[in-house]
C-alpha cells in the first residue's frame, strides 16, 4: 500500500509559480510517481512523471519548458515546480503513484496508477 498526499495548491496570477509537493508513505515503494490534472468539465489529464530509480521524467506537452518535476527519494517526496502559469493551468492537480515498470506511453495512462491523492487546487487569475 502507498498513500500519496499533495500540497501547495493556491492562487496565483498569470505568469506566477507555485510548487507542489507529494509526499508518499506506505511499506511498498511506487517505481512511478506523476502529477495529472483535471479541469472543471475536462477530463483528468496527465502532466508530468518521474521514475524513481533512474530519475527519468516525462512531461505533457502542454507543460513542457514551464514546468519540472523532481524527487527527493530520501524524504519520499516528489515536487512539481510551476512557472509561467497561465489561466488554462487551473485545475484540481493530483498526485499518482504506480508500483509498474512504465514506459513514455503508459506513464500516461491513469489505468497504471494505483494509489492516488486527494488533490490540491491551482487557480491561476487576475
Known amino acids: 500500500q502507498v498513500q500519496v498526499v499533495e500540497s501547495g495548491g493556491g492562487l496565483v496570477q498569470p505568469g506566477g509559480s507555485l510548487r507542489l509537493s507529494c509526499a508518499a508513505s506506505?511499506?511498498?515503494?511506487?517505481?512511478?510517481t506523476s502529477w495529472f490534472r483535471q479541469a472543471p468539465g475536462k477530463e483528468r489529464e496527465f502532466v508530468a512523471a518521474?521514475?524513481?530509480?533512474?530519475?527519468?521524467?516525462y512531461y505533457a506537452d502542454s507543460v513542457k519548458g514551464r514546468f519540472t518535476i523532481s524527487g527527493d527519494n530520501g524524504k519520499n517526496t516528489v515536487y512539481l515546480q510551476m512557472n509561467s502559469l497561465k489561466p488554462e493551468d487551473t485545475a484540481v492537480y493530483y498526485c499518482?503513484?504506480?508500483?509498474?515498470?512504465?514506459?513514455?506511453?503508459?506513464?500516461?495512462?491513469?489505468?497504471?496508477?494505483?494509489?492516488w491523492g486527494q488533490g490540491t487546487q491551482v487557480t491561476v487569475s487576475s
Open positions: 499518482a503513484a504506480s508500483v509498474f515498470n512504465l514506459g513514455i506511453t503508459s506513464v500516461q495512462a491513469k489505468i497504471n496508477y494505483g494509489y
Open positions: 518521474i521514475a524513481r530509480s533512474a530519475g527519468s521524467t
Open positions: 506506505g511499506r511498498t515503494l511506487s517505481s512511478y
